[in-house]
């Protein structure tokens, strides 16, 4: 049981290039979600989805994309890579979207975008 | 205003001190409510749920007061290893969306 899994843990881009970060849980949760995290800004939500098949935008979503194809995967895609989204970003997975329920962070993939 | 706001901190605390962090909640249909710790450039990890009683695990105490709407971690016997950064979570189960604040930092230091 690996938990929820992020590749890759760096990446460095220029502007203008896009990439997508992978994220997975073996857990069988349906709440999925990616987070971005900044110095003195806490943690963001950009995108998140209830289920396979099902994705809404959180509080920064502008500038990514996601989809939810299979209730494992959940990858977050930029589309042209900007300075200002150079950040920490995480994956997490909960269980249902039942607000009670535990998040599972990734390790995190550190982004920087020159 | 932000949906959570914590004091960033830092706090230094010697071993075996007793510290106290704070957070506010701006929404008052905030139903659930977390404190996560995050090790330096790592990911966020559960500490404790919160619950309207209050509860207790070990030397951590968590206090939810809806009326005033904030929500406190106390360490009693603070240890080497507690040093790291403590997140306030707040959830409202309408829109599936978890709200963080930006940390308290605590150092303890021996």
């Known amino acids: 049981n690996a938990g929820v899994t992020q590749t890759p843990k760096f990446q460095v881009l220029k502007t203008g290039q896009s990439m997508t970060l992978q994220c997975a849980q073996d857990?069988?949760?349906?709440?999925m979600s990616w987070y971005r995290q900044d110095p003195g800004m806490g943690l963001r939500l950009i995108h998140y989805?209830?289920?396979?098949?099902?994705?809404d935008q959180g509080e920064v979503p502008n500038g990514y994309n996601v989809s939810r194809s299979t209730t494992e995967d959940f990858p977050l895609r930029l589309l042209s890579a900007a300075p200002s989204q150079t950040s920490v970003y995480f994956c997490?997975?909960?269980?249902?979207?039942?607000?009670?329920?535990?998040?599972?962070f990734g390790p995190g993939t550190r982004l920087t975008v020159l | 205003r932000k949906e959570v706001e914590q004091d960033p901190g830092p706090f230094n605390v010697p071993e075996g001190a007793t510290v106290a962090f704070n957070c506010t909640y701006s929404?008052?249909?905030?139903?659930?409510f977390f404190w996560y710790r995050q090790d330096c450039r790592k990911e966020p990890k559960l500490l404790m749920s919160?619950?309207?009683s209050g509860n207790e695990d070990g030397r951590f105490t968590a206090q939810l007061n809806r009326a005033s709407q904030y929500i406190s971690l106390l360490i009693r016997d603070s240890k080497l290893s507690d040093s790291a950064t403590y997140l306030c979570?707040?959830?409202?189960?309408?829109?599936?969306?978890?709200?963080f604040g930006t940390g308290t930092s605590l150092t303890v230091i021996p």
């Open positions: 979570v707040v959830n409202r189960y309408t829109g599936n969306q978890f709200y």
């Open positions: 929404n008052s249909a905030s139903q659930s």
């Open positions: 857990m069988n949760h349906e709440y």
């Open positions: 989805s209830v289920g396979a098949g099902i994705t």
């Open positions: 919160v619950y309207s």
């Open positions: 997490a997975s909960t269980m249902g979207a039942g607000s009670t329920d535990t998040q599972y």
